[in-house]
């Protein structure tokens, strides 16, 4: 499947209203689209998921101390049970604590990979639009053919080849996700550098960086943070992927990925606790994600609002 | 609007040269030379050179790239030193197993997801559309491997009615009568499709019930039915042809994690197997072949939303 929403296609989204709906009295942006997030209960569940994961795999480790390093044959794969709340692998490793390390993995890359995706892209995106010209034309091809070129698979050529970390897969992760941040902040750019706040600054002798970083992108934040969820999803789902394949981190260090592929190997054994935990892990994430993202995307959008 | 296509295509063309001279460098960097798979490790460095100097492996990268581009056009698609045989052989003998995996999938998706993102959007906030809409949701935030494992625990392991592994034939028509080996396979990635393409759909129906032609319609006295099947699907349905072409290259080159999970020799397990083997020259022609189908497809897409949309053509 297309990682992403491509360009091209309109914004989808669930409780959406019809094109052309009531347009609200202009309030200040920010706090309305913050009341509208708050209001929006999906929104706040994605919130609470994403929280508890958080605190699940950053903190859950500093007061449940499960065995994920030395291997014991003979405590090998039990059921759940007391000392295992959820069992233990084939290592004889305690499989809470897996999920807890690599879910540190998984969310360290989500969000590691998206601000690589987001700088470049918003920066790439910023100066294509503000310069235009050449330099727009040449900047977009180079967007058009990193979205052309299969990402998943320059990411295991990669992992095969050099291996894999949490740094180089959030480095090259972000490093082939940035032209949609790229595309969207050009978009906007495009349309706030015509505004006279912006001729404004540049009569008053704004050179073109400062009036990207102090004008164009603090006006195109809105595009952003709302791209910033669905690249941080997009970036979990794809090193579940990459690690499912048996491409990503390995002992000592694990992803949720990886915790599913050693499962799927006793499937037949019945062993559901090495599969089932894990797989519920990934998917609560990336719901929570998209939920997140859905919703700002929502609240920011003026003809949404419902007042 | 010819204006427009010419250029379309023109930069479909220099978008791929960009792709391919990206690729070819990429993988150049990191595995400039076969030489060592085709001499052993052990080989020496002077006979590693003498190798390198009679392939053409010792010229610039810049020259390499244009062989192979040559080589490309004459239908080579380079040499699998390990397998000892051609890439295009070995592409040749998967192909159809990926087409036939990816395409039924693609064509049962929409079969599944058209009707279903219009009833949504009718019937829409009604309990079926909320139903609908969650699973759509669960699906979509799903690895398509999850999905697999659950149906492989449900309809193979649980209650052994399909097989958990798909057809390991080397004949098409095999392949396609063994249904209870593919029907998992086709219905993961089916499923999968489902979701992303039902959204969509419905998202769009949703537009397009609210515009003004729909109400005149209605207002002529139309039967509902009528206004569906006339003047709203086939302005919903334009999202699909963008979505439809974006499905090209997996239909082209297999879809890799599907065919991994359920053991299918498509292309996409080829893929995989030649990264366990190093095989750059497959990992090359497969990469390069799925861009070259991705900008097909946005291209084809494209050109197909102007036919179809006028708005767009006269713009």
Redesign the interface.
Known sequence: MAMGQPASLPPLDVGRAPEGGEVGAIQSGWRLALREFSRNRLAVTGIAILVFFVIFCFLGPLFYHGDILNVNPIAANEPPGAGHPLGTDTNGFDVLGQLMKGGQAALEIGFFAAFVGITIGSLVGAVAGLIGGIVDATLMRVVDIFLSVPFLFVVLILAVRYGASVLSLSLVIGGFTWPVPARLVRGEVLTIRERDFVLAARTAGSGNWRLIFRHLLPNALGVVIVNVTFQVADAILAVAYVGFLGFGLHYPNTDWGDLLSNGVGYLTDGYWWLIYPVGTCIVLTVMALNFIGDALRDSMDVRLRRR | MTAYLLRRIG?SI??LI??SI??FL??HV??PSPARIVLGLRASDAAVNAWNKANGFDRPWFAQYLSYVNALFHGNLGYSYVLNQSVLSLFQERVARSVYLSGMALLLAIIIAMPLGIFQAVKRNSLGDNVF?SAA??L???????LG??F??IFA?SFPLLS?EASQSTSIWTVMGDWRAMLLPILTLTL??VA?FS??M???S??V???DYIKVARAKGLPERLVLMRHMVRNASL?MV??IG??L??LV?GN??TE?LFNYQGLGLL??DS??K?DYPT?LA??LI??FF??LG?LV??IALTVADPRIRLA
């Not at chain 2, 979509?140 to 999850?146: H, K, L, N, Q, T």
């Open positions: 930069t220099i978008v960009g792709i990206f690729i990429l993988l990191i595995f809409t949701f669960v979509y935030s799903m690895p398509s491997y999850f494992l659950i492989i625990q392991l958990f999968i499709q992303f959204r969509y419905r998202s769009s949703i537009d019930l609210a515009q999202p963008t979505l974006l499905s290259p997996n080159a890799l994690v991994y893929f995989f990264l366990g190093e990992l497969y990469t799925t861009a991705v900008v946005n897409a494209d």
